[in-house]
């Protein structure tokens, strides 16, 4: 069954620590794959995708993630935190093998930052 | 451009009333989603539309209907609100003319539904 895990339900970091937030993915097809932040009480924001050919991707505020295909993982990082980036963080899988374009979410991993 | 806007951002209904949430996009995408989002769960699919006049049903469908009359615009309705609709409602939309095209997402800012 096609599924998406992100094991830690609730992380702290201090501000100016590295972050790492773990994606797990079991998908039949060739996976897309997709990082959303969600910004309490706002709606769901595009941090990055991974479609094809370099399995490190860059996104906006300045955050990456990894596709590693051997260990079926996605996992988004940071190299020094800032406040701002409080938030819900979902990690999301489609593929070409859904004709809908249906996206398969993680149920999340909620940040937060400590001065 | 306004990207994805929802209709009402909150309402609050009594059981077995019923309301007609309203989802728009401006950027002529073919594909539209309504999701629901509760606590520890995720976003779930309720239904989608690859396109005007169609509609299908995604992982949780009961208890809602849909309709896409025109492109910009995919209703999703609650007959006979019950208390386990209590959540917070997301539309999004895709552009499918290229396919890769068609996995990014676009989502609009919710909208919280409260059913007393």
């Known amino acids: 069954a096609q599924s998406v895990t992100q094991p830690d339900i609730h992380i702290t970091v201090s501000e100016g620590a590295s972050l790492e937030l773990r994606c797990n993915y079991s998908y039949g097809a060739t996976p897309y794959l997709f990082w959303y932040v969600q910004s309490p009480g706002q709606g769901l924001q595009l941090l990055l995708k991974?479609?094809?050919?370099?399995?490190l991707v860059q996104g906006i505020k300045g955050f990456e993630a990894e596709f590693k295909r051997s260990q079926s993982s996605f996992n988004l990082r940071k190299p020094s935190v800032h406040w701002s980036d409080a938030a819900e963080y979902f990690c999301a899988v489609g593929g070409y093998g859904g004709s809908q374009g249906n996206l398969i979410f993680g149920k999340g991993t909620k940040l937060s930052v400590k001065p | 451009n306004a990207g994805v806007t929802q209709t009402p951002k909150f309402r609050v209904l009594k059981t077995g009333q019923s309301m007609t949430l309203l989802c728009a996009q401006d950027m002529n995408h073919e594909y539209m989603y309504w999701y629901r989002q509760d606590p520890g769960m995720g976003l779930r699919l309720i239904h989608y539309s690859v396109g005007e006049g169609t509609t299908a049903k995604g992982e949780v469908p009961d208890g809602y209907n849909v309709s896409r009359l025109k492109k910009q615009n995919f209703l999703l309705g609650l007959e006979s609100a019950a208390p386990s609709q209590t959540s917070v409602y997301f539309c999004?939309?895709?552009?499918?003319?290229?396919?890769?095209?068609?996995?990014?997402?676009?989502f609009g800012p919710g909208t919280r539904l409260l059913v007393l």
């Open positions: 999004a939309s895709s552009y499918s003319k290229r396919l890769l095209a068609r996995e990014t997402q676009y």
């Open positions: 991974y479609f094809s050919g370099d399995t």
